[in-house]
């Protein structure tokens, strides 16, 4: 059995051991605990890609958190888009952000300390845009309708919310599974390691880097939109509050950066 198959069953285990909690339990503390629990893996997870496997330390990932989240209130308040929609939508979005944040900081070269703190910056400038322009509700922020369905992404109770942020921490999972077994992985990981000598090798930088942010972006926007669906209000200093990226960086170094599992 290889190490990608160890990888994929150890996933499988621990989906199928999590969903049966809900089934055992209608306790709503219990199952917010767990849903939060789950939510900080997620951003946890979506750090990880970037900051644990490519060594990119970033200090904004409420970028990404505040694209998908703002993106799932707006298609469904302003566009009448179902949730179900959305939400890959609202992925792809903020992995688009994550594309052009990464193209701008390592076609410059930046690396370290300054891209910590580009990262930052970016997330600033959202958060200030945020509160001035109409259809992100300025300062007031947006409110979904209340529409209680499983159409709506909106369950009567926190169960289906487990289940669907176990789903995103699924994914997230299957992500880390796959940067640890593939080559794109192993060039992230030599990035990391050394970029000089990944590059000698025929390795590009700029463009593993990039990738990685579009992944992170991705994996983030999906917890920004969560957010929305679970407490149905966004505002910029939730979207894209500095609270939000020290969280995200916080569980991946406390849970170990580049592990596979990181439950914070």
């Not at 200090?59 to 694209?67: D, N, R, V, Y």
């Amino acid at each position: 059995m290889n190490q990608w198959t160890k990888d994929l069953l150890s996933i499988a285990l621990f989906v199928g051991v999590v969903a049966l909690i809900p089934v055992l339990t209608d306790s709503g503390v219990t199952l917010n605990f767990v849903m939060m629990a789950l939510f900080a893996c997620l951003i946890a997870q979506a750090w990880n890609v970037l900051g644990g496997f490519g060594g990119q330390f970033s200090f904004g990932h409420a970028l990404f958190f505040g694209t998908g989240a703002y993106f799932q209130a707006i298609a469904q308040i302003t566009w009448g888009w179902n949730p179900w929609l959305a939400l890959p939508c609202a992925m792809l979005t903020a992995s688009l952000v994550g594309a052009w944040v990464g193209a701008l900081s390592f076609r410059y070269g930046l690396k370290g300390s300054y891209f910590a703190l580009i990262t930052l910056a970016f997330a600033e400038v959202f958060r200030i845009v945020s509160l001035s322009v109409p259809f992100t509700g300025a300062g007031v922020g947006l409110m979904l309708p209340l529409k209680e369905s499983w159409t709506q992404m909106q369950f009567g109770s926190r169960a289906g919310f487990v289940w669907l942020i176990l789903g995103m921490v699924a994914l997230a999972l299957c992500v880390t599974a796959y940067l640890r077994n593939s080559r794109f992985g192993a060039y992230l990981q030599a990035v990391r390691d050394n970029e000089d000598a990944a590059r000698a090798v025929g390795v590009n930088p700029f463009h593993v880097k990039t990738w990685a942010t579009v992944m992170s972006g991705a994996l983030m926007g999906s917890a920004g939109a969560f957010y929305v669906q679970v407490f149905q209000y966004i505002d910029p200093s939730i979207g894209f509050g500095a609270h939000t990226s020290v969280e995200a960086l916080v569980g991946a170094i406390v849970g170990g950066i580049g592990n596979k599992i990181i439950v914070s």
